[in-house]
C-alpha cells in the first residue's frame, strides 16, 4: 500500500501564497510520480484555486472540516456536496483544534465522517490524547473510544476512511513521538480495525504530531504507521517534499 502524505494548512495561506508554494510543490516532483500519495487541505474560501491550480496533477485536495447536515439553515457551515463541488477527495474530521476550540464530540465527529463517506469524500479521523491523558496512562482507551465512535456510525465502510493518530501534546509543539511510542498507539487503532473489518490492512493509518523532514524517514519505517498527517511543514514545499520522498 502507497503511503498517503497530507498536508494541513490549518488556518494559513492567501491566494498569492499559495499559488507559490503549490508552483514550488508542482515544480519540485518535476513531473515525475511523487513517492507517495499527496494531498492538501485548505480553507474552505481557497478551494476553488486549489481545484484550478491542482487538477491533473499528482497533489489531490481536500478540507480541513465539513458539516455532518446535509444541507439548510446551518450558518457557517460547509456541506460535503459543496466540497465535491471543487473536486476535494479528503475532508479531516475531529481535528484537536476542532475538537478543543469547538467542542466537537465523538459523536459529532463520527456524523461527520458518515456524512463525508456516504457522499464519496474520504475522511480523515484524527484522534488523540493530551499530555494529562498520557501521563494518567489512558491514552489507549482514549484513541480506542473516539475511533470507536466512527466505527459504530460507518459500519462495513469503516475501511473507506483514513485515520490519523495526532497526539494533542505533539501538535505544533515541535515534541514527538517517539517512533516506537507512536507505532504503538498505531498497533492498538490497527487492532481496533482489525476487529471491525477483515480488510484493516486496507486503511491509511497516519501520525500526525509534529512529523517533519528530520523525523520522518524513522516515523515512516514503522510497520503500521501509513504516512502523515503534516502541519508547519506543509506550508514549506522543499520540507513537505522532503517527507514525500522519505515515504519511499
Sequence with gaps: MRKLIAGNWKMNGSLAANEALIKAMLD???????????????PAPYLAQMQVLLQGSPI???????????????????????????GCRYAIVGHSERRQYHGETDDVVAAKAQ??????VTPIVCVGETL????????????????????????????EIVVAYEPVWA????????????????AVLRAQLAAASTNAKRVHILYGGSMNAANAA??????DIDGGLIGGASLKSADFLQIVAAAA
Excluded: N
Design 60 to 86: 489531490a485536495w481536500g478540507s480541513q472540516d465539513v458539516s455532518a447536515h446535509e444541507q439548510g439553515a446551518y450558518t457557517g457551515e460547509v456541506s460535503v456536496a459543496m466540497l465535491k463541488d471543487f
Design 28 to 42: 519540485g516532483l518535476q513531473g515525475a510520480a511523487p513517492a507517495a500519495d499527496m494531498a492538501l487541505c485548505a
Design 218 to 223: 524513522s516515523l515512516l519505517a514503522q510497520p
Design 171 to 186: 501538535i505544533g509543539t515541535g515534541k514527538t513521538a517517539t517512533p516506537e511510542m507512536a507505532q504503538a498507539v498505531h
Design 132 to 159: 494529562a491523558q498520557r501521563e494518567a496512562g489512558e491514552t489507549e482507551s482514549v484513541v480506542k473510544r473516539q475511533l470507536a465512535a466512527v466505527i459504530h456510525a460507518v459500519g462495513h465502510c469503516i475501511t
Design 115 to 120: 456524512c463525508a463517506l456516504a457522499a464519496g
